[in-house]
């Protein structure tokens, strides 16, 4: 308990901003440790999603893949081929005039399908045929040949443990470096899986095909390693090198590391390990060919004149598949192609040393914004500014992405902000508390408050609908027509009205109406403007235009809270069934015809009461036949909602109202309709207050 009062202390002192500047240093100083220091595994989900965003366009088709795939499995055998079989697809390839050819694959042990080697199986029977064998040339004699009169480059894989394969050099062209020693930098390799001396020297260059993944996916790209204490090249440099005839890929060192790496032209910025970010593009079945159709004698000409061609395997089950931010299983070969076609055309993912330093400004300046403003800004205006703060952070990586091809670590400052802001919040929180706790004292003479509050509106209730008149005392003895009505409040009180009474022995003058709003202030207003509307017609005015419009007046003029009320007003001549309405911004009534025909009267209207205080409101005159039934409502029936939100809808309306009997009483259907529509809200809350007034015209 007394840590968690110091901690509780902690966070409330000066409204949690010591214990965020302190947290904000502590997230600086890690961000600042390394270049690597942050939260990798979000880092690199963002730098993934940079580039399903936005993947690398390709410009041009420099590089071919020839590949090793199943259907030349299937017509020339499995693998691994024999010797002499590959040295007759170099020499296919290499009549079409290539840059270079690199081989993705390695060869560290002699050839046992070579004439030798089956000689030393035979029997002793077929002496004759081991002879003629063993006089035959060797297929890594055959491969040299090849090797020698192609520009080939042999790949190599690195290895931290020797194996029963693995060397500790590589046969390669030397490395130049400038500036300083590169060897501390490089990733470093004791042991080297390569093709047999003889093919090593018999190629034009070698490389090292090894990369390191993070997470289990391919997203940088050695340009060079070491090799036991010597700098080798990647496939993609010393193909570029021998493409180009210049003698040696160029290494530039500073006190950072490595900053760029030079193959004849082309000056490429790396990390300072002489890695770079590779930026990923779909894979292109495009530029690949069949083994097959190669040896064939069917593939394009110019699929290989001039171009950088790669071999390749990827066949089922012999494919060495690596994870990419762009799909899941890639052929290495493919990635080599990838990582040769962004070189040559200029297109770098760059993370240079400045950009830690950046994402440290960015993170300090939205920190001190956030401890600056979190502590004395409202709650409800809180979150669509983080929002904004958040999503401007996201957008800078985003777009330094797009347009400058710059890895921002917007996640590790999000996560970074998302901490600074929970720790504000808990002092805020924790404030709170405290201002609950000392408003638990009052709380219970409010609720005594609220208990005699209660009460009063309960006899508000009674009073306000004791106020509506009732039809069947309001007209004893009437037989030229009928009126039914009920209203009921979503609250102890509503803001629903109608009223209907006598202007004359032959007109009768009825209004429903839906006051903006609800509780209290709806059903003080819905008092005034049902005595205003009574008082007025009841002066002598018969017209329905200077009654509404003398309503809409006086309503206009006193209303402080500026409320509004829809309203449907007429006068009836229940001698003649002429019929006068006028609808102001209300749900337009409904007429059930003596034959069974319902419409909705859509007649002119014009806006609630009170928002133009001098509207001259449209009349809609209309003849009631004896036997039709006028039926007027609020929209609480419409829009009345059930537990799964869904509402009562004026097609169920519509529905209900012709499905009931022509005469039938008019109390049977207020009830009838009043029942289905709690039957369909259930349990919900009532979402506003339900009116109804039917009307019928009678001999």
Same mark, same amino acid.
């Given at each position: 308990?007394?840590?968690?009062?110091?901690?509780?202390?902690?966070?409330?002192?000066?409204?949690?901003?010591?214990?965020?500047?302190?947290?904000?240093?502590?997230?600086?100083?890690?961000?600042?440790?390394?270049?690597?220091?942050?939260?990798?595994?979000?880092?690199?989900? %963002?730098?993934?999603?940079?580039?399903?965003?936005?993947?690398?366009?390709?410009?041009?088709?420099?590089?071919?893949?020839?590949?090793?795939?199943?259907?030349?499995?299937?017509?020339?055998?499995?693998?691994?081929?024999?010797?002499?079989?590959?040295?007759?697809?170099?020499?296919?390839?290499?009549?079409?005039?290539? %840059?270079?050819?690199?081989?993705?694959?390695?060869?560290?042990?002699?050839?046992?399908?070579?004439?030798?080697?089956?000689?030393?199986?035979?029997?002793?029977?077929?002496?004759?045929?081991?002879?003629?064998?063993?006089?035959?040339?060797?297929?890594?004699?055959?491969?040299?040949?090849?090797?020698?009169?192609?520009?080939?480059?042999?790949?190599?894989?690195?290895? !931290?443990?020797?194996?029963?394969?693995?060397?500790?050099?590589?046969?390669?062209?030397?490395?130049?470096?400038?500036?300083?020693?590169?060897?501390?930098?490089?990733?470093?390799?004791?042991?080297?899986?390569?093709?047999?001396?003889?093919?090593?020297?018999?190629?034009?260059?070698?490389?090292?095909?090894? #990369?390191?993944?993070?997470?289990?996916?391919?997203?940088?790209?050695?340009?060079?390693?070491?090799?036991?204490?010597?700098?080798?090249?990647?496939?993609?440099?010393?193909?570029?090198?021998?493409?180009?005839?210049?003698?040696?890929?160029?290494?530039?060192?500073?006190?950072?590391?490595?900053?760029?790496?030079?193959?004849?032209?082309?000056?490429?910025?790396?990390?300072?390990?002489?890695?770079?970010?590779?930026?990923?593009?779909?894979?292109?079945?495009?530029?690949?060919?069949?083994?097959?159709?190669?040896?064939?004698?069917?593939?394009?000409?110019?699929?290989?004149?001039?171009?950088?061609?790669?071999?390749?395997?990827?066949?089922?089950?012999?494919?060495?598949?690596?994870?990419?931010?762009?799909?899941?299983?890639?052929?290495?070969?493919?990635?080599?192609?990838?990582?040769?076609?962004?070189?040559?055309?200029?297109?770098?993912?760059?993370?240079?040393?400045?950009?830690?330093?950046?994402?440290?400004?960015?993170?300090?300046?939205?920190?001190?914004?956030?401890?600056?403003?979190?502590?004395?800004?409202?709650?409800?205006?809180?979150?669509?500014?983080?929002?904004?703060?958040?999503?401007?952070?996201?957008?800078?990586?985003?777009?330094?992405?797009?347009?400058?091809?710059?890895?921002?670590?917007?996640?590790?400052?999000?996560?970074?902000?998302?901490?600074?802001?929970?720790?504000?919040?808990?002092?805020?929180?924790?404030?709170?508390?405290?201002?609950?706790?000392?408003?638990?004292?009052?709380?219970?003479?409010?609720?005594?408050?609220?208990?005699?509050?209660?009460?009063?509106?309960?006899?508000?209730?009674?009073?306000?609908?004791?106020?509506?008149?009732?039809?069947?005392?309001?007209?004893?003895?009437?037989?030229?027509?009928? %009126?039914?009505?009920?209203?009921?409040?979503?609250?102890?009180?509503?803001?629903?009205?109608?009223?209907?009474?006598?202007?004359?022995?032959?007109?009768?003058?009825?209004?429903?109406?839906?006051?903006?709003?609800?509780?209290?202030?709806?059903?003080?207003?819905?008092?005034?403007?049902?005595?205003?509307?009574?008082?007025?017609?009841?002066?002598?005015?018969?017209?329905?235009?200077?009654?509404?419009?003398?309503?809409?007046?006086?309503?206009?003029?006193?209303?402080?809270?500026?409320?509004?009320?829809? #309203?449907?007003?007429?006068?009836?001549?229940?001698?003649?069934?002429?019929?006068?309405?006028?609808?102001?911004?209300?749900?337009?009534?409904?007429?059930?015809?003596?034959?069974?025909?319902?419409?909705?009267?859509?007649?002119?209207?014009?806006?609630?009461?009170?928002?133009?205080?001098?509207?001259?409101?449209?009349?809609?005159?209309?003849?009631?036949?004896?036997?039709?039934?006028?039926?007027?409502?609020?929209?609480?029936?419409?829009?009345?909602?059930?537990?799964?939100?869904?509402?009562?809808?004026?097609?169920?309306?519509?529905?209900?109202?012709?499905?009931?009997?022509?005469?039938?009483?008019?109390?049977?259907?207020?009830?009838?309709?009043?029942?289905?529509?709690?039957?369909?809200?259930?349990?919900?809350?009532?979402? !506003?207050? %339900?009116?109804?007034?039917?009307?019928?015209?009678?001999?």
């Amino acid at each position: 308990m007394p840590r968690r009062g110091a901690v509780a202390t902690l966070l409330q002192a000066r409204r949690g901003r010591p214990l965020a500047i302190l947290l904000l240093i502590i997230l600086l100083g890690f961000q600042q440790l390394s270049p690597q220091a942050g939260l990798p595994v979000a880092r690199l989900a %963002l730098f993934d999603l940079y580039q399903h965003t936005w993947p690398r366009q390709p410009q041009g088709q420099p590089v071919t893949l020839v590949e090793i795939d199943e259907p030349s499995l299937q017509q020339l055998g499995q693998w691994p081929w024999p010797r002499n079989k590959l040295a007759r697809l170099i020499d296919a390839i290499n009549t079409h005039r290539p %840059l270079a050819i690199g081989l993705d694959l390695y060869m560290p042990e002699l050839d046992q399908t070579s004439p030798a080697m089956v000689a030393r199986n035979l029997p002793a029977k077929q002496a004759d045929l081991a002879t003629t064998l063993a006089a035959l040339p060797s297929h890594e004699a055959v491969l040299v040949q090849s090797l020698q009169s192609a520009p080939v480059v042999l790949g190599a894989a690195g290895f !931290d443990y020797p194996t029963l394969s693995t060397t500790q050099g590589l046969r390669s062209q030397p490395v130049l470096v400038q500036g300083g020693d590169a060897l501390p930098w490089l990733r470093a390799y004791p042991w080297v899986l390569a093709s047999l001396p003889q093919l090593q020297a018999a190629a034009t260059g070698q490389a090292v095909l090894s #990369v390191d993944l993070d997470g289990g996916v391919v997203r940088r790209m050695p340009l060079a390693v070491s090799v036991n204490q010597q700098p080798v090249p990647s496939l993609a440099m010393e193909m570029l090198r021998v493409a180009t005839g210049v003698p040696a890929v160029t290494l530039v060192v500073d006190q950072q590391g490595i900053r760029e790496a030079r193959v004849a032209d082309l000056i490429v910025p790396t990390l300072p390990n002489g890695e770079v970010w590779l930026p990923f593009a779909p894979a292109r079945h495009s530029r690949s060919v069949s083994a097959a159709q190669v040896l064939s004698g069917q593939v394009d000409p110019t699929a290989l004149q001039d171009k950088l061609v790669l071999i390749g395997i990827t066949g089922f089950g012999l494919t060495d598949l690596r994870a990419t931010p762009l799909d899941a299983q890639v052929p290495g070969v493919e990635i080599q192609a990838q990582l040769m076609e962004s070189l040559i055309a200029g297109q770098f993912l760059q993370r240079p040393a400045w950009m830690r330093h950046l994402e440290g400004g960015v993170l300090l300046l939205a920190g001190l914004l956030l401890i600056a403003a979190v502590p004395r800004t409202r709650l409800r205006w809180l979150a669509p500014g983080t929002a904004v703060l958040f999503s401007l952070v996201a957008a800078a990586g985003f777009a330094g992405f797009r347009y400058g091809g710059l890895l921002f670590d917007a996640a590790s400052i999000l996560i970074g902000l998302c901490l600074l802001l929970g720790s504000l919040l808990s002092s805020r929180f924790l404030e709170t508390d405290t201002q609950r706790r000392q408003a638990q004292q009052a709380l219970q003479h409010e609720r005594e408050l609220a208990a005699k509050v209660a009460g009063e509106l309960a006899a508000a209730r009674r009073l306000q609908l004791g106020s509506l008149p009732d039809a069947t005392r309001q007209f004893p003895g009437e037989t030229r027509f009928q %009126l039914a009505a009920v209203l009921e409040p979503a609250r102890e009180v509503g803001g629903d009205l109608y009223d209907f009474f006598m202007l004359s022995t032959d007109h009768l003058f009825f209004i429903v109406g839906d006051v903006s709003g609800k509780g209290l202030p709806a059903s003080l207003f819905m008092v005034v403007a049902k005595a205003l509307g009574k008082s007025i017609a009841l002066r002598g005015e018969d017209d329905i235009t200077a009654i509404i419009g003398q309503l809409n007046h006086e309503l206009a003029r006193e209303n402080p809270e500026t409320l509004f009320i829809t #309203v449907v007003a007429g006068i009836l001549d229940v001698a003649t069934g002429k019929l006068h309405l006028i609808n102001a911004g209300h749900d337009a009534p409904w007429l059930r015809r003596s034959n069974g025909s319902l419409t909705q009267l859509k007649g002119a209207g014009g806006p609630p009461l009170c928002i133009l205080e001098d509207f001259p409101y449209p009349v809609q005159a209309y003849q009631l036949a004896v036997g039709d039934t006028l039926c007027v409502i609020t929209d609480g029936i419409t829009e009345a909602m059930n537990a799964q939100s869904e509402l009562y809808g004026m097609a169920r309306l519509e529905a209900l109202l012709t499905g009931m009997p022509i005469d039938a009483p008019l109390e049977h259907m207020v009830r009838t309709v009043q029942a289905d529509v709690q039957q369909f809200v259930g349990d919900a809350p009532p979402s !506003d207050d %339900l009116t109804l007034l039917l009307l019928r015209r009678n001999s």
